[in-house]
């Protein structure tokens, strides 16, 4: 998938890799290495100027492969272990709920539903509902989104069936769901899981580099959709927004 990502010509499906280097050659090229029980390496489209641009925004922190340090101290570990630097500083995070009348109105109408509808309402406990046909649009009282869609519809259809067109449609989606209401903290692709059926994909927060693990250990947002035996799918995700609070 990153291979198909980055323009390369992916290897053969089911191989797995534990190490991923992108290498940049004298020519300008980008070259991409998938280790594992094998070593896999292609050409990406990627330019160099555009991995050296993203390389400069990063600061270092003292980490190192082992097969940079020269004192022997770590002969006997694998030469493409990670060393840390200095053990960085974890904080907590509090979160809150942002959605509200402000909120909510907009982001409907963002994903295509008229919130000034018959099929839109507010009941009782605070839970929002929009549809149209083949869709519709849930916020809970307590910052649950809710996206389903039983019919395939433009604004909600992938690219292709690759496994690369659908992460992207989820994250799209995900970006429109969660616009402006998730602070400073931001959504990873975290796990993917495909049948048939149907594909998973997982999300979680990550906040200044650190990944937030919520208390109910559930996971920030998951996008169910449609494999080769269905049509229907789903979006789901908590439109909570975590802070940064102290360090523990």
Known sequence: MLAEWLGAQA?????AAMLYVLSLQESGAVRLYLCGESCWVGDT??????????LDSYRPDGSFFALEDGTGRYDRVDPRSLIGGE??????????????????TPLAAELGFNPYGDASYTDAE????FSETGASLRITADGRLLLSVEEPLLRFT???????AVIETARALLA????????????????????EEETVCTFDYVL??????????????????????????????????PVRSRSP
């Not at 605070?126 to 509902?129: A, D, R």
């Open 158 to 164: 992938a690219a292709s069936a690759e496994a690369s």
């Open 87 to 104: 053990t960085p500083r974890l904080y907590g995070a509090t979160s809150a709920n942002p959605c509200d009348a402000r909120t909510i």
């Open 126 to 129: 605070g839970n929002s509902f």
């Open 11 to 15: 290897p053969e499906a089911g191989e």
């Open 208 to 241: 200044d580099g650190v990944p937030v693990m919520q208390k109910n250990g559930a996971h920030a947002a998951v996008a169910i959709l449609p494999g080769a035996r269905s049509r229907s799918w789903s979006c789901s995700c908590g439109a909570t927004r």
């Open 176 to 195: 429109q769901l969660t616009d402006g209401l998730t602070g400073s903290a931001r959504l990873y692709l975290t796990e993917l899981a495909e049948t």
């Open 45 to 54: 489209a990627l330019s160099g100027d555009a991995l050296t641009q993203a």
